[in-house]
């Protein structure tokens, strides 16, 4: 892998959870602490539907990715919030229908740097940086965005079970900016944009997990529907439209994923009776 950002010594936060590693727990990951998994067993007591819609948005992300290279003929990728690596990941994904895709990861997380080194050191199409997703223009001007990216080229922008994380209470210009700015004012029509959050239709319940988790300090907005496709309005969704994640293109034959881990089998399949919480988004395509 090629990177700007130097080896420094990494500084991992241990006294509070962090999406990348309590998201990649609930995928089976092993590369996460007891405050991550202290958070997640809390939470779920309440919202016990967060492990079913998890591992429903990185099942979408297998698809989305899978449509976009192969249908829309996508070959470059900023994959916002990314995560830490796991099976399937946007570059493999993306590399089986074109060898030849190119792929910017985004994290603000240290640990998802260290791994991502470790993962893509062989990998010159592929690269991960470290800036804030928040901050579009920041990542624009960083020099592997710059040798990756051709702007001149039809893009995809993804947002994949981060949406939640950008609050209205950001400072700056506000979630709108960061998921719109790239799309809106740098790609070419024929760009594509794949967004996911975790929605309630109640606002009040949604407002009571909003501050649940910012109770652990994970910065987080639990949005309606109807909120997060007002930050959407002007870009085309591709069918079937702007969904529950487990309604967009199901294939039953998809790779699965890794194993739910043991503490938290209770909650595999909750989301079958439970429809409280679940993960909405699709694609978007930018028209000329």
Known sequence: MTTNDHPAEIDVPLDKPTSARA???MLGGKDNYEVDRNSIQTVVQEFPGCVDIARQNRQFLYRAVRYLVR??????????G??????????????????????????IDPIVLAHGRALLAKDSATTVITADMREPETILEHPDTRRLIDFSEPVAVLFLSVGHHLQDSDPGEGPRHALRHIIDDLAVPGSHLAVSQVVIDDPDRGAH??????????????????EVDALLDGLHPVEPGLVDLKDWRPDPAQPPLEPVPTALHPYVGVTKTNTEVYEYGGVLRKAA
Do not use: K
């Open 23 to 25: 998201y990649g727990w």
């Open 71 to 80: 249908d829309a003929g996508i070959t470059q990728f900023i994959d916002m």
């Open 82 to 107: 990314c995560g830490l690596p796991t099976d399937n990941n946007v570059h493999q994904v993306a590399q089986q229908f074109n060898p030849e895709t190119r792929v910017v990861y985004v994290d």
């Open 209 to 226: 997990m909003s501050a649940t988790l910012n109770g652990f300090g994970v910065p987080w907005q639990t949005r309606t529907p109807a």
